[in-house]
């Protein structure tokens, strides 16, 4: 029996195999995995200044000279803001550990898919040096997942902290039951 194994015959053949190899090389040149997304890091960013924070998984900064909201990619922490409704168990304590994270004035949004929500805030991970808030959120017990396809970059690694908190009960997954 005759290997079948795929030989380019002529100029045709040859540039067939040539793009084959280039298609190959850039699903694989974000480490090795052609089903990998592109990392949030690798994404359009810009550097902001913090106006306020707002609660938990909100922010407002200065975008393009304005004073705009941010609200973070991926994650959900209870309520502490809205006046229709109570105060949800470890709000406070989210917005808290949230404005601890922003003292420091600058921080960096990086985009997903898409940039605004329906309500006209941007959609960030936020990042204050190389620590993502988004994440610390969720590290901490002060969040949980919420994934709104397409920004769905990080939903796998998101899963995966909020797991690790709940399992060690961290923050409302001690105190909210």
Request: proline share 4%; net charge neutral.
């Given at each position: 029996?005759?290997?079948?194994?795929?030989?380019?015959?002529?100029?045709?053949?040859?540039?067939?195999l040539l793009v084959l190899l280039a298609v190959g090389w850039l699903q694989?040149?974000?480490g090795g995995d052609p089903g990998a997304t592109a990392s949030p890091e690798a994404a359009a960013s810009e550097i902001v200044k913090v106006d306020r924070v707002v609660d938990g998984d909100t922010a407002k900064v200065f975008?393009?000279?304005?004073?705009?909201?941010?609200?973070y990619i991926g994650i959900d922490t209870p309520e502490s803001v809205d006046p229709r409704s109570p105060v949800e168990c470890f709000g406070e304590e989210a917005r808290d550990f949230n404005e601890s994270l922003l003292r420091k004035?600058?921080?960096?949004?990086?985009?997903?898919?898409?940039?605004?929500?329906?309500?006209?805030?941007?959609?960030?991970?936020?990042?204050?040096?190389?620590?993502?808030?988004?994440a610390e959120l969720l590290r901490?017990?002060?969040?949980?997942?919420?994934?709104?396809?397409?920004?769905?970059?990080?939903?796998?690694?998101?899963?995966q902290i909020e797991a690790e908190a709940r399992n060690s009960e961290l923050g409302r997954w001690k105190y909210c039951g």
């Open positions: 029996m005759r290997n079948r194994a795929f030989r380019p015959r002529g100029l045709a053949g040859v540039l067939l694989t040149k974000d975008y393009n000279g304005r004073s705009e909201y941010v609200r004035g600058n921080v960096r949004l990086v985009f997903d898919e898409e940039q605004r929500d329906r309500f006209g805030r941007l959609l960030a991970y936020v990042y204050v040096g190389e620590i993502m808030l988004n901490g017990g002060f969040a949980e997942t919420m994934t709104i396809p397409p920004n769905d970059a990080e939903y796998e690694r998101f899963e």
